[in-house]
């Protein structure tokens, strides 16, 4: 008769859940009084009390998951009992899959408990559901498996109780905060730097189990009366559930390779903070790197920015000796000095790169013949006139439009921090779209109004940006209007806002007058007439730069103290699509200013205003 080979022991499972209960038992009652208990005692006070635990429930499981893998692998990191399990009569195979699976328990077990009971407690009700409970056991699930699987890993590579926390909470963070530590330096040195390419930062999110796993959530249907509260009905459906399948794909894939590990695991590292000797090299130079990055950083806030190349290459080399302390268990490494030269001398090499900026990153201005499309983003300017276009996001295609963009972002590079006294400014994110890549800067430019109109002065460069009346037509909006228009489309209202912000304005103000507007408010035309006939006085004031209009000569239309805008709202039909277009009104525009002068009294008095 042949004989099997065991991959599960009984006696070991059971002796392992009842030495190590305390976890399991904690885990459990914790989530009886969030769930169940909760529920009951409180009826639904909360509009969504199933789907608002799930962050909780992500951070909770990511805890206990760490403790269940401690316990369950705790036998590795003391020669003593390393050894005993060593001479047991359980093939190693055995050993692993019983103590990975009873380590595993302590979370779907009780996880499975707290969604039959939280069922029942929602069994009577009319807005909530069994289904959202099992919902919170699918997410609960999917995150115990993979954290528990990755604190599995961890624990395998290590030889140390302590470092598996360590370790665990680190990997867990690393790669978000080597990014943003990165993002920080390269933004110290690249001026122009606005981060790296949204493939790297969503590559990061993904490397983050803790990040990525707290974007999952319930999401429940419309909100129900129940007596004088709201609460979620009985529709529900996990949002970013693509999430927990990936990473429960991942936690397979990690228990096959903590299996591979366990076989091979040596008793002899007990004790050794890295038990795997292929992975003491990546422990001793990326810890060191990562741990010099953050140091260093930290170090140069106090003592000064200009410190930054000093500071991170200093504490590099520091904490390769730091790691070889530990890894070597003795304070005798500085004989081992080759290994920290080498890599201060890299970190070094990078600082000189980016300080002398070797690479023409931030001199870099792309050909507007290879741009297919500009995008323009947190557009900022010192002509401010305190309306929508001083805050503004657009795309161009033009190529004209992009090469007056591409000879400010030019002028940019050309005066670099030559000018900061002057009252003139343009600051911008550039994102240039080309065939291949994809090109962003974050570009401010100052220059000296009175250069205005001096040829290849970065003033002239940001008039012609300005004068662009194409360029703001679209900005603005004029451009659908206008077409809207010519296909038969109307205004259908109109409003005149006017904002007081000091005192001192009013005094002066024609619009004193009027009580109601005498610390602003909005005025809305009814009339057809006056809405066509203030249509018509903005249209032919934006086609002569008279609103919108701001020059690089003039520092600053709006002063903070008041301000006029109107808003028109246009449609093509009753069932077609609305939009609106809205536009600092000043003096300067003297069609539409002298004509909403000429209406506010009106208006006031057919709508009943005056106080």
């Known amino acids: 008769m042949r004989s099997g080979i065991s991959f599960f022991d009984k006696t070991l499972f059971k002796k392992t859940v009842a030495r190590w209960w305390p976890i399991w038992a904690a885990y459990l009652v914790l989530w009886i009084f ?20 799930f962050m909780a429930q992500m951070v909770i499981t990511m805890i206990f998951a ?13 020669p003593r009992s390393a050894n005993f399990f060593g001479s047991l009569p359980v093939r190693r195979e055995a050993q692993f899959t019983t103590l990975y699976l009873a380590g595993l328990s302590f979370l779907l ?32 699930a999917a995150d115990g498996f993979f954290f528990y699987s990755f604190a599995i890993v961890v624990g395998l590579l290590v030889g140390h109780i302590l470092a598996l926390p360590a370790l665990y909470i ?72 693509f999430t927990l399948a990936v990473y429960a794909g991942v936690a397979a894939v990690l228990t096959v390779l903590a299996f591979f590990l366990y076989r091979r695991r040596r008793l002899e590292s007990a004790g050794d903070v890295v038990a795997v000797r292929s992975m003491r090299p990546v422990f001793k130079y ?9 140091l260093g950083t930290v170090t140069s806030s106090i003592v000064g920015e200009d410190s930054l190349p000093y500071t991170v290459t200093i504490w590099t080399v520091l904490s390769v000796f730091g790691a070889q302390m530990i890894l070597d268990k003795t304070f005798k490494v ?14 070094a090499a990078a600082f000189i790169v980016m300080v002398f900026d070797l690479t023409g990153y931030e001199t870099r201005v792309p050909d507007p013949a290879d741009v297919e ?12 006139l305190g309306d929508v276009a001083d805050h503004l996001n657009f795309t161009l295609t033009d190529p004209g439009e992009i090469g007056e963009f591409t000879a400010l972002h030019k002028a940019a590079v050309e005066e670099g921090d030559s000018v900061w006294d002057v009252s003139g400014y343009v600051s911008m994110e550039l994102t240039y779209n080309m065939k291949h890549t994809t090109v962003r800067r974050q570009v401010s430019v100052r220059f000296d109004p009175n250069e205005a109109h001096t040829p290849g002065t970065a003033a002239a460069a940001a008039e012609a940006v300005f004068a662009d009346r194409d360029l703001w037509r679209h900005a603005y909006g004029f451009d659908a209007l206008e077409d809207a228009l010519a296909a038969g489309g109307r205004v259908y209202a109109a409003d005149y806002e006017y904002n007081i912000y000091s005192w001192d304005t009013v005094q002066n103000d024609p619009e004193k007058q009027y009580e109601y507007l005498h610390d602003g408010g909005t005025l809305t035309l009814l009339n057809a007439g006056d809405i066509s006939a203030l249509t018509d006085a903005a249209l032919a004031d934006f086609a002569d730069g008279l609103i919108g209009r701001r020059r690089a000569d003039r520092p600053t239309e709006y002063d903070g103290k008041a301000r006029r805008t109107v808003t028109l709202a246009w449609t093509l039909g009753a069932d077609s699509d609305s939009d609106f277009v809205e536009f600092a009104l000043t003096p300067e525009a003297k069609r539409t200013y002298d004509l909403i002068q000429t209406l506010i009294p009106k208006i006031i008095q057919e709508q009943g205003l005056e106080e």
């Open 34 to 53: 969030i769930l169940p208990v909760n529920l009951l005692m409180t009826n639904y006070i909360y509009q969504d009390p199933i789907s608002g635990t």
């Open 66 to 78: 760490l403790f269940a893998a401690m316990a369950v692998l705790s036998h590795l990191y003391w």
């Open 109 to 140: 077990v009780p996880d499975l408990i707290v969604a039959c009971l939280t069922a029942l407690a929602v069994s009577g009700s009319k807005v909530l559901s069994a289904g959202q409970a099992f919902a919170w056991l699918l997410a609960a």
């Open 170 to 241: 680190a990997f867990n963070f690393l790669v978000a905060l080597v990014v943003m530590l990165l993002e920080m330096i390269v933004g110290v040195f690249y001026p122009s730097f606005t981060g790296f390419s949204p493939a790297v930062e969503e590559a990061a999110r993904w490397l983050t189990p803790s990040f990525q796993l707290g974007e999952v959530w319930l999401r429940t249907g419309d909100y129900v009366s129940a007596g004088n509260l709201l609460v979620a009905s009985h529709s529900w459906q996990i949002k970013n559930g």
């Open 286 to 294: 990326v810890g060191a790197l990562c741990a010099g990055l953050a």
């Open 334 to 347: 500085f004989k081992k000095w080759k290994g920290a030269a080498v890599l201060g001398a890299l970190v």
């Open 373 to 384: 499309s500009l995008e323009v983003r947190y557009f900022r300017t010192s002509s401010n």
